[in-house]
């Protein structure tokens, strides 16, 4: 058995807020518009990828993205080519500041928003990028 493709669905309260914060605010790119009992829209992430922690190790990536330990179950992860740039647009439409840019000792550029509906979004850029 293989699995072609990762995708996940988030059931948000303000739907016209949570696509501008993602279409707009990450750059997402827009893809099928669902509207037959109720709004749904698709949108592209690039690859995707599922990482799974033990709490141990979560609260160990909190640590150094955030100083403390602040996630639940659920947190996304984009990577974006400016991390400070992205940031600054992503509070533009919605986001509040969770954790300033920092530096990881893997060398990426990491920082941490919370999205309009309160999800936890880290935004990195890769070392070298």
Do not use: C
Request: hydrophobic fraction near 40%.
């Amino acid at each position: 058995m293989a699995v072609f493709e990762l995708r996940v669905a988030l059931t948000v309260k303000d739907f016209d807020a949570a696509l501008r914060f993602y279409k707009e605010g990450l750059g997402l790119d827009p893809g099928e518009l669902w509207t037959d009992g109720g709004m749904g829209q698709m949108l592209s992430a690039g690859r995707g990828t599922l990482e799974i922690f033990d709490d141990s190790y979560a609260t160990h990536v909190d640590q150094l993205e955030v100083g403390r330990r602040v996630s639940e179950g659920v947190r996304l992860a984009f990577e974006v080519p400016d991390v400070e740039k992205a940031v600054e647009n992503a509070i533009a439409y919605g986001a509040t500041l969770v954790a300033a840019p920092t530096r990881t000792p893997w060398g990426d550029l990491n920082a941490r928003v919370t999205s309009p509906d309160g999800l936890q979004v880290t935004l990195y850029q890769v070392s070298g990028d």
